[in-house]
T-cell receptor, first 111, second 112 residues
Framework: DAKTTQPNSMESNEEEPVHLPCNHSTISGTDYIHWYRQLPSQGPEYVIHGLTSNVNNRMASLAIAEDRKSSTLILHRATLRDAAVYYCILRDRGSQGNLIFGKGTKLSVKP | NAGVTQTPKFRILKIGQSMTLQCAQDMNHNYMYWYRQDPGMGLKLIYYSVGAGITDKGEVPNGYNVSRSTTEDFPLRLELAAPSQTSVYFC???????????FGAGTRLSVL
């Protein structure tokens, strides 16, 4: 699976939007972009995924660059509960299914 | 909605002891996974299973064994605990190879 690069940490204020970047310059045409997050002392949880088009769900939005070499996870209004480590993961369409986690971005949310 | 249940939540082992980490899911998922997470790091895959009776090694399988006799259960066995196995262990399951993985709350293990 191709490698991703994320900032180690980011800060946000409560109720403001947050844009979490991810670079994946070696992405292949069959790689999906997945985002998971891990709240303190919990297991990871799925957030969103996409291939080429921007995606929205009740948790977040995923904006994918036209060349697919980068993407941004958008939390529209950060809450204290969104403080977590966010992982950007590339997953090949034909992969065996395991997720390859990097160190992710630790998001802090200030009240 | 139980999802993926892991027991115990915490455990302290002495070097050389053995134990089994339990994982059960009630979503009828065919795929199950075991990961470990060392402090400040991402998760690494230990073993996975594509269905009852079928298991395969992940990235870091040494020192561990698994079995999958039922769809619901996927226990992880540590035979001779070593300090290097001090970690947080997560079990996950998914329906299908490409689908969302659902994780348990983890087992925090210390080997002293």
């Amino acid at each position: 699976d191709a490698k991703t690069t994320q900032p180690n940490s980011m800060e946000s204020n409560e109720e403001e939007p947050v844009h979490l970047p991810c670079n994946h310059s070696t992405i292949s045409g069959t790689d999906y972009i997945h985002w998971y997050r891990q709240l303190p002392s919990q297991g990871p949880e799925y957030v969103i995924h996409g291939l080429t088009s921007n995606v929205n769900n009740r948790m977040a939005s995923l904006a994918i660059a036209e060349d697919r070499k980068s993407s941004t996870l958008i939390l529209h209004r950060a809450t204290l509960r969104d403080a977590a480590v966010y992982y950007c993961i590339l997953r090949d369409r034909g992969s065996q299914g395991n997720l390859i986690f990097g160190k992710g971005t630790k998001l802090s949310v200030k009240p | 909605n139980a999802g993926v249940t892991q027991t115990p939540k915490f455990r302290i082992l002495k070097i050389g002891q053995s134990m089994t980490l339990q994982c059960a899911q009630d979503m009828n998922h065919n795929y199950m996974y075991w990961y470990r997470q060392d402090p400040g790091m991402g998760l690494k895959l230990i073993y996975y299973s594509v269905g009852a009776g079928i298991t395969d090694k992940g990235e870091v399988p040494n020192g561990y064994n698994v079995s999958r006799s039922t769809t619901e259960d996927f226990p992880l066995r540590l035979e001779l605990a070593a300090p290097s196995q001090t970690s947080v262990y997560f079990c996950a399951s998914s329906y299908g190879i490409k689908n969302i993985q659902y994780f348990g709350a983890g087992t925090r293990l210390s080997v002293l």
